[in-house]
Each structure stands twice: as structure tokens, then as C-alpha cells.
DNA sequence: TTTCAGTTTAACCATTTGGTTAAATATATC
DNA sequence: GATATATTTAACCAAATGGTTAAACTGAAA
């Protein structure tokens, strides 16, 4: 077997490459000849590789959902505070929002398609077991019972988490434009993004009602 | 003037058309072919009518935000309880999120091929001025003074309203995904999305804490 | 009924796109 | 160095795509 030793694998360099492009354009924005040039190979080494844009697409879709599902496992499991546990969660949600914003642009991209592919990674390679709402569930109900907090859905709470940390991701993709648009003060926005997490847990714990 | 009067103008049926396909399949994805066959004329007749794709998209883009903002004017903008208030905010983006969820997909869409023509259809017309988060902020003031809420940062609110209704759109687009992917029963997660204003209004009025 | 602007059609076109192939080149093993 | 296998390249291809054109058709006004 003749196998070439580079400092990083052809194969590899054009998986990169594709995952940057789908990031930019979409699946029907983009263009194997765009993504044979920034892994720089010729495009027939796609083919060599990967057979079809399709396949090359859900391999970048298998890559980009695992690494987001891995970042779930990070949710420290343990915590006395719910405070501490419920910013735990927020921590985990503001990390994938920031730094695996592009991931997660890919995600939302393949779902507005109709997410075919994304199902089929989702239901492959059991990836779900990571997603572990059921922990927080269970936590939230010792809170409960123990007196620390009053009852109410926790699958709500818990898409209320994590919903009301989307501005973060969406400011990484659009602030420059609210900006423009709406004329706010870059210094502004940046303020409020960074406050986001504090905000949204007095909210959870207090609400805006004086009693 | 040799005009035809037909039930429904040629060139409307194409914007209406286009709109669809637009929905579908986003910019790229969209196929000049495929909306002279919604509209069923000639493709030919697209390039009379609107030139290129590029312009068509335009004209599809303005057409959808200028009904999005528009609904925004429906906020009623006067209402003794601070309950009701919210709960207004958060039944026109329920609307929104239903009523014109199509509408908004385009928009998403357009936001993540970088946004330039939506920054373009919100400059002119002068749309911004509906949308009127002033409204809320300077009854929120109020509110605050005679002593009814506590006092937040009021954007960080607006948008805590707006970003927990979003489950209402995403739900709409992927409910039966989510159902398949994570074998929630269906019944179960329409009645999530149905509870969902009471649960987040309570949320935002009395948090969980236990005082 | 002639006129003429507005509308519609079929056929056509240049370019782009994803994909393919045969030949050339590189590399590990013997 | 010979051999076999893996990798890479340039050239090529069919299909699809957005766009265009000349000619035909339509209907209201003169």
C-alpha cells in the first residue's frame, strides 16, 4: 500500500474545506469546485474521496453534530445551587453559541432544508445520549421537593434556558447589521450580550414582580 | 393600452410564485423553471416581468417583511395590567410565528446568506417605524414608577419575551422531526407548544424562587 | 377593420455545475 | 530497482441553469 504521509490528509483538508463552504453557502450555495480550491486539491480528489456533494455533505453534517452533541457532556452534574446549575446549563448553551456558532449555522441551514440528513446522523451513531435533559429534570424535582424553588414544567424552564441565550448566537451573526439598521451603538449591543446570562438568570429565579 | 384583465395578474401570480419556491428552497436553491411552473406561464415571462432572479428575490424580500412589520403595528398600545401587556407582545409574535411562519423563514434565510438585500428592504420604506419597542419601553417606565414591577433592564426583557416564543416557530417547522428524532408523543408536544404563553408569563412575572 | 402597445410562446444560448476518466505520478514493500 | 497500490492531474462531459430573442397572439382604441 503506497499511503501518502502529509502533514494533514487530503481527505481531511477537503472535509475542512467543505464544512467551511457549507458554513458560507448553504448546501445548494456551494460549490465543489469552491471547496476542491480552498482545501486546494483538484476537484477530482473530492470525487476520489467522497464520490458525490452529497455524501461530502452529510460527512460534514456528521462532523458538525457531533462536535456540538460532545459540548452537551460538559454540563457539570453536580451542583448544590440552582443558580450555579441552571448558569451551568446557560455556560454550555453561550459556548456552542459562540464558539461553535458556524456549526450551529450549518445545523440550522441542513434543518431549513428539511433536515433529512441531520435526522438520519441523529438517529445513527445514538448521538442523543448526550443530551441529557433527563439530569437536569431530575435535579430540578430534588429542588423542588427539598423547598428551594416552586414546582412548574421543567421542559419548559428548560427551553426557556436555553431560548432566551439564542441572542447570543444570533448577535455573532448579525450585530454589525442591528447596528446599521437599527442604529444602536456597537459599545451598546456588546454591553448587552454581555450581560445576557445575568439577566436571564435573575429573571428565572425572581421574575419582575414586587411582593 | 392592450392590457389583459385576468382574475389574478400574470405578474403577481410570479411574485407569489417565487415567494413559494423562495420558502422551499432559499436563494440558491430556488429554481427559475420551477416558479413559472407555480405560476404556470412561460418562463420567459419572468425575465418581462422582473428581469433576473436576483430582482424577483428583492421583490419577494420586501414583500414579506413589509407583511412581518406590518403586524407588528397590532400590539395594542394601551392596557392597565402589565400581565396584558406582555401577553400582547407575545401574541403577535405568536402570530407571527404561525400566521407568517413561512414568511419568516424566508427572512432567516436571507439573514444567513449574509442579510445584504434585507438591510436594503429595511433602509428604504422606511418600515422601522413600526416597530415599536419605544412603546414598550416607556410603558415599562410607568410601570415601574408606581411600583407594579421591579426594575430590569427593559431590552433585555423585550427580548427575553420575544426569544421564549420562538419554540412556537421552530416547532411549527420541525415539530415532527423532534417527535420522530427524540420520540416525544405528538400530543405531547402540541400541548407543550400550546402552554407555552401562560408558562413563559408566569416565568417572567414571579420567577421560580420561593420567597 | 386596422393599428399598435402589451402579452405570451417556443426555441435557443452561453455558462456553470457536479461528476468522470485515462494517464501520470508518488510511495511503500519486496 | 521492480512491483503494486494509492494518489493526483488535466481534460473532458452531459445536464441543468439563468437568461434571451424573434415571432406570434390579444384586445382595446382609432
Redesign the interface.
Known sequence: MAVKHDEVKTKDRILKAAIEEFID?????ARTQAIADRANVNKAMLHYYYASKENMYEQAINTVVTAIIDKFGKIPAVQPQ?EDRIGSVMDVYVDIFTDYADYF?IV??E???G?RI??KV??SNNL?HNINIRNFIKYFDDQVSS????K??K???F??IV??M??VFIAG??LN?VV???GVKKAIAEK?IK??KK??L??????????
Open positions: 453557502h448553504g448546501f445548494d450555495g440552582i449555522k440550522i441551514y434543518a431549513m432544508r433536515g441531520l435526522k441523529l438517529l442523543l423547598g428551594k424553588v416552586r412548574v414544567d421542559v419548559q424552564l427551553m426557556s431560548t432566551q439564542l441572542p451573526q448579525i447589521e446599521d439598521v437599527f448587552f450581560g445576557r439577566f436571564v435573575d429573571l428565572i429565579m425572581n421574575g419582575i414582580r414586587i411582593k
